[in-house]
């Protein structure tokens, strides 16, 4: 949508033109899955794929939501925001207006039309999108002065106490931190981060679209956080040191094996690995190493999350698995938090078409299902966007 299709939706739905207009991104995430919300790292990057906000103050105590996409409309007064049941898309924008009141901010009612090309269920964070956007937003118009890691905190928060699930920073921060041709390392225990170019000459990410959303997802998600959660009070006990798995080795995991039991050990000893591969991954970007040195750690990323962490589906694994064989296709892996979305792709610049063509005819002759995708361009974080 551009700028001017936004500014005339917003007039002709509130009658009066929009105080500020701006973008957020969706994610994508190099390495580093399920790590966040485990003190650990994560190797993010805002995308080309975007939410447009149109926000404007309005003077009343009410505010106003139209999701142009859906054409839907919210409306409640600020004081009377709370938690709406079943997954309800305004929970993003009033779980955000909740977290800026937590913090003292005085919001006044208003009005807020947004729309955008992130797809939905697609694991690239269209909420996180929703929220940070929102949170912006609301952080310039009603000039409160929050740095911009607080601003993805209370989104964090949004997620977490009005659409229900326990993530991490990772989604939020890539959001609002992105720069264009760079993915960001952050430390999510320090919060520390640090940004390395991506050179588009030789390889591209290409995300495949598996078209599924299972269900489960949501509420595996937040068991997975509590397993990791029960494996850090076992080893504990064992050594005092871990506070987290951030803290925890191969050898704590063997030592508490026992009392661990299977599932929990599988959980803990891919954290472990994975935290392992985003240094190494990172390692090998700013070494220089050929691209199939990179590609090999996205492929053991990919088997860690189906075989020890257990987050992917079978159409995951069958884009996967055709990857190996694609033309061009240096690694791939399942992204986001399982059970559907996207698998990303590190491929050959020269080879993206034959890529895009081998898998799209794979996943039609694998499952019958057909395949979206994506070459992304890697973006800015939030910003405002020229009228
Ligand atoms: C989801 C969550 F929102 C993130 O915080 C992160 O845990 C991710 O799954 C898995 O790496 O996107």
Request: with cysteine.
């Given at each position: ?42 190797l993010p990057a ?295 979305g996207c698998t ?42 020229a009228g």
């Open positions: 949508m551009t700028a001017s299709a936004l500014t005339s939706a917003f007039e002709q739905r509130f009658g009066a033109a929009p105080d500020l207009l701006l973008r957020a991104p969706g994610r994508i995430n190099l390495i580093g899955e399920h790590t966040d919300y485990n003190d650990g790292l994560v805002a995308i080309d794929k975007e939410i447009r906000f149109a926000l404007r103050l309005n003077g009343t105590d009410r505010i106003r939501l139209v999701a142009l996409d859906f054409d839907a409309t919210y409306e409640v007064a600020v004081a009377d925001i709370a938690p709406l049941p079943g997954g309800h898309w305004a929970n993003y924008q009033l779980g955000v207006v909740a977290g800026l009141r937590k913090r003292g901010a005085q919001v006044p009612g208003f009005d807020c039309a947004f729309g955008g090309d992130i797809p939905s269920g697609a694991g690239l964070s269209s909420s996180a999108a929703a929220e940070c956007g929102v949170a912006w937003g609301l952080n310039h118009l009603l000039s409160l002065g929050l740095d911009t890691m607080t601003l993805a905190q209370i989104s964090q928060m949004a997620e977490h106490e009005y659409a229900k699930v326990m993530c991490g920073l990772m989604d939020q921060f890539a959001s609002l931190f992105g720069r264009a041709g760079h993915v960001v390392e952050l430390d999510c225990r320090s919060l520390e981060y640090a940004y390395f170019p991506l050179d588009t000459t030789h390889a591209r990410l290409v995300l495949c679209n598996s078209g599924v959303k299972h269900a489960l997802g949501d509420s595996e998600y937040n068991t997975r956080r509590a397993e990791c959660a029960r494996g850090v009070e076992i080893m504990q006990k064992h050594n005092p040191a871990i506070k987290s798995l951030r803290d925890a080795t191969l050898a704590d995991i063997d030592a508490a094996k026992a009392e661990l039991g299977e599932v929990v050990e599988k959980r803990c000893r891919y954290v472990v690995e994975e935290n392992e591969r985003v240094k190494e991954l990172t390692a090998r970007l700013v070494e220089g190493k050929p691209l199939a040195e990179v590609g090999e750690l996205l492929y053991a990323s990919h088997a860690g999350l189906r075989d020890l962490y257990q987050v992917s589906c079978a159409e995951l694994d069958v884009l996967e698995g055709l990857a190996h064989s694609a033309p061009g296709c240096y690694g791939a892996r399942m992204m986001g938090g399982g059970f559907g990303l792709n590190l491929v050959a610049s020269d080879k993206v078409d034959a890529f895009i063509d081998f898998m799209t005819k794979g996943y039609q002759e694998k499952l019958g299902l057909k395949l979206d995708t994506y070459v992304t361009n890697l973006a800015d974080g939030v910003g405002e966007l």
